[in-house]
Structures are given as structure tokens and as C-alpha cells.
């Protein structure tokens, strides 16, 4: 499977969390320019990436802030590097947060998250739903048994019932916003039975998940259709895949190698590529014919 292929199929996935989905895309494009690919035609194809997952800030923070690099002759990898550092104390930090007995509540599939579980082996159970449409939780879930970890599965409607019995929750996420945190829809749900249940709410994130008001154009809310949602004829498909958490119901959040509340989030603005923002236009232009 060659470089276009991979990022064809990563701009297709549902299932992969932000952070997984970055790293293969990051080798693919490595794998492009080692080929010695045209960097119009590599940008093109990141842009579709990006056009298709218009929630993940990280995926719009971390390009911008490579291709400029590119641009203007200095190093990539050290992005990687920094980015790679971050996620690793991240999860040392998240990993200190997780009890070492009782429940833990997780949702949906988060690369983050299982660096957490993998840092510091705990004598846990932990409680995981289904994540529909895509049934990401299903694979986070196989992920967990694999690693040795006791595991309780259960719908989606019915997890916020059980953070009753858990000792914390902690979701990974899209984007982080002024507003609240991107994940997918259910992590709100969770939140507030986390507040009626007096548990604990964290948020592991990464400072290229920050999303600033100039990238804005690119980042969407993604809506699902009627053949995702497998809607009854007649009826109208409504809701998304995502959903955002207000601060407000978030004990704190996990980033730049810091817990610190919401209100305390370091905002470190990404310059955009001109590069990338004209191989975007393009994509948009391309898909309203």
C-alpha cells in the first residue's frame, strides 16, 4: 500500500482516535517526501485528510505547523519529536490519576488513553460501551483485555449509569475549544453523570488539540446522514457523531505535560501554511462540482 493509499484510508476511517490517526498519516507523508513526491501533490492529499476529519484539530495544528516547516527548510522531525514527548508525560500523568483498584470509566477509542493503561499496570476493571455507530469502543475494549486488564462492556446508553460504581472517568479527545472539549457524542452524557455522581472527569488532550479562532474554517462539527444513522423512512436524521463537553462539568485537563483546570489551558497559536490552505481551497472547489 503506497503513501496515497494509506492517507486515502486513514481520511476514510471512523474508528481510529485522532492521535492514531496522525501518527500513520505523519509516516505516510514522511514515506511521500523520501520518494521525493511533489509537494503540491503531497499538501493535496493531507488537505483531503484534513477536510475529511474536521474535528480533529490535532491533525489541522500539526500540518499547518509541518509543511511550514517545510517551507522554510527546517527540521520535521523535531515536530514529531516535541509532539511525541508531550503524549508520552501525558500519559505518565494521566496513568498517576487512574486508582490503582476499583472501576474506571473510559469512552471510545483513544491512543492516549491506552498509553495511560500501558505506563503503570493497574489491578482495575475498566468499563467501556459500544462508541456507535462505529464501534470503536469494541476495539478499545479488545485492546484492554490483550494488555491483561478486566473489562465490563456495556451499551452506550447505559455507561452513564455506570460511573455510579467507577472511582473516575476519562475521555481522550478531538479538539480542545474556549468553549469545552470535541470528543465523541456521549462524552457530554458521561460528564454530567461524573457531576450528579460526585466522580471525577478528566480530559487528556495535547497542545496541538487547541484549536485558535484563525483555523476556525476548517474545523467543523462532523454530521452524520440518514445512512449512518439507518433513520426510518419519513423520519429526519439529526445529531452528530461528536459532541462538545462544557468546562464548566470538567474537573481538568491533561496537557503540555500539566493538569491544570480548563480555565488554566495554554493556548500556543499555529501559524497557517499557505501551502496547505491553498491545497485545501482546492479540495473545497473540488468537491462542490
Known amino acids: 500500500m503506497d503513501w496515497k493509499e494509506r492517507l486515502n484510508g486513514l481520511a476514510n476511517n471512523r474508528v481510529l482516535g485522532s492521535t492514531a490517526i496522525l501518527r500513520d498519516s505523519y509516516d505516510a507523508v514522511l514515506e511521500a517526501l523520501e520518494k521525493g513526491e511533489e509537494l503540491e501533490e503531497v499538501a493535496l492529499h493531507v488537505a483531503r485528510l484534513l477536510h475529511s476529519h474536521p474535528t480533529m484539530a490535532v491533525l489541522i495544528n500539526f500540518f499547518h505547523r509541518f509543511f511550514n516547516a517545510l517551507e522554510n527548510d527546517k527540521e520535521v522531525r523535531m515536530l514529531w519529536k516535541e509532539l511525541d514527548r508531550e503524549t508520552e508525560e501525558n500519559a505518565k500523568l494521566a496513568s498517576s490519576l487512574i486508582p490503582n483498584k476499583g472501576k474506571v470509566v473510559l469512552y471510545s477509542h483513544s491512543l492516549s488513553l491506552l498509553k495511560a493503561l500501558e505506563e503503570n499496570k493497574k489491578n482495575i476493571t475498566v468499563i467501556l460501551s459500544e462508541s456507535r455507530p462505529y464501534y470503536e469502543g469494541r476495539i478499545m475494549a479488545e485492546k484492554l483485555v490483550e494488555m491483561g486488564y478486566k473489562v465490563e462492556f456495556t451499551y452506550d446508553a447505559f455507561l452513564p449509569v455506570m460511573v455510579e460504581k467507577s472511582e473516575i472517568v476519562l475521555i481522550g479527545s478531538d ?100 501551502l496547505l490552505h491553498r491545497a485545501y481551497q482546492a479540495v473545497k472547489d473540488e468537491l462542490k462540482k
Request: hydrophobic fraction near 40%; charged fraction near 15%.
Open 175 to 274: 479538539a480542545i475549544t474556549s468553549q469545552g472539549v470535541i470528543n465523541r457524542a456521549g462524552s457530554f452524557s458521561l460528564a454530567l453523570a461524573a457531576k450528579q455522581f460526585k466522580k471525577p472527569f478528566f480530559v487528556i488532550g495535547h497542545t496541538s488539540k487547541v484549536l485558535y479562532g484563525h483555523l476556525s474554517s476548517y474545523f467543523s462539527v462532523y454530521r452524520e446522514n440518514g445512512e449512518v444513522l439507518n433513520a426510518p423512512s419519513g423520519s429526519k436524521p439529526v445529531g452528530n457523531v461528536f459532541d462538545l463537553t462544557p468546562w464548566k462539568v470538567v474537573s481538568a485537563v491533561i496537557i503540555n505535560s500539566m493538569i491544570v483546570s480548563p480555565k488554566d489551558i495554554p493556548f500556543k497559536q499555529t501559524k497557517t501554511s499557505s
